[in-house]
């Protein structure tokens, strides 16, 4: 199994390499890529060090699967290039989420819809991977009519260059690029990505958009706000959901604890809910504050949890190539 990182050298990256080992991915020969600046550099895997390749000489090597996270335009233009070599690519970009042509898998909820054709795979947005993976079992429970989310994400999610800001902003030295237009230290931006015209956000649609396509279910009416705080290492969302059915909040406990992927974390009387550091390196989907919403009937409050550059990213690629060599797809 010859298994490709393309962006080897990111945060994302990084993350995918310890997934992988951690995971005991079955590889045979692993093929780190980055940007040109990079290549002939050295990459540590598994106790042992592989030298950075070229698109064009790792494309060459033939890889079975290649796990990019290299930026939407890479992904755009090489992903193709990897898949008409016959190599199956799961990519973490948003190129080809909402690409009509191209499956958005999140393993829990749809990985049944892979099928061997498939050679370009979407990763979901981070924040959207997280909220699915428990929006999922309540849906086919008590159907759901209505989603609420605000997030509250970390400078992670951003890269490199916000966790610099926010480490030079708290010891008061301002000496890279800013990643944000504002301090992000001691505040929060309510403002992900590109404004759109319709007033929400790029990252807000995304989660809009992504919900409906990873659950097969266009009547689902989602809205989103979502927010960059000063947190490293695992994005927070308040989700309050309407159902056509009502339910019993201990069964909605019950139900989401035995769900894949999913750890409950509820107890108010000894102050037990889950917060980003509990998610921090972790591969779960942590869920807290399960409560009615008592201003209208059906509706459920929960608060969810998760490490946006594992669950949100590396390990939820690692899951769907680890569909893929179960199910003999690659």
């Known amino acids: 199994m010859k298994v490709a990182v393309v962006g080897a050298t990111g945060l994302v990256g990084t993350q995918m390499l310890t997934v992988l080992k951690e995971r005991n991915f079955p590889i045979t020969e692993l093929i780190p890529v980055a940007s040109e600046k990079s290549v002939g550099k050295e990459v540590e895997y598994n106790g042992k060090k592989y030298k950075i390749v070229s698109a064009a000489t790792a ?75 428990v929006l999922e079992p309540l849906h086919k429970k008590y159907k759901i009519k209505r989603v609420v989310v605000s997030t509250y994400q970390s400078v992670t ?10 480490f030079d902003e708290r010891k ?17 931006l309510p403002h992900i990505d590109v404004f759109q015209e319709n007033g929400y956000t790029k990252e807000e649609m995304k989660m809009i ?10 009547t689902i009416k989602v809205t989103a706000t979502t927010v960059r705080v000063p947190v490293i290492g695992g ?3 308040s989700v309050n959901i309407e159902f056509e059915n009502d339910f019993d909040v201990n069964e909605v406990k019950e139900l989401l604890s035995k ?12 102050l037990e809910y889950p917060t980003p550091l ?4 972790k591969d779960e989907v942590f869920v807290g504050r399960i409560r009615r919403d008592e201003s209208q009937p059906k509706t459920l409050n929960l608060w969810i949890v998760a490490d946006n550059l594992r669950k949100g990213a590396a390990t939820n690629a690692v899951q769907i190539a680890e569909y893929l060599v179960s199910k003999k797809l690659v």
């Not at 796990?67 to 335009?73: D, H, P």
């Not at 008061?172 to 929060?188: C, H, S, V, W």
């Not at 958009?209 to 266009?218: G, Q």
Request: proline share 6%; hydrophobic share 35%.
């Open 209 to 218: 958009l992504e919900t409906n396509k990873i659950m097969s279910d266009d």
């Open 278 to 281: 509990d998610a921090h390196n």
């Open 172 to 188: 008061g030295e301002m000496n890279g690029e800013k990643a944000y237009p504002y301090q992000i230290d001691l505040n929060l």
């Open 259 to 270: 769900s894949p992927g999913i750890i409950v974390k509820d107890n108010p009387a000894k």
């Open 59 to 133: 494309i060459s090597m033939k890889p079975d699967i290649a796990v990019f996270s290299a930026g939407g335009s890479t992904s755009l233009e090489l992903a193709p290039i990897f898949a008409a070599a016959g190599t199956t690519v799961i990519d973490n970009s948003s190129a080809w989420r909402m690409d009509p042509t191209k499956k958005l898998i999140v393993p829990e909820v749809n990985a049944h819809e892979l099928t061997k054709d498939d050679k370009i795979i979407a990763n979901p947005n981070c924040s959207t991977i997280q909220m699915v993976v």
């Open 235 to 237: 994005h927070s969302e």
């Open 157 to 166: 999610g951003t890269g490199k260059k916000a966790v610099d800001q926010l």
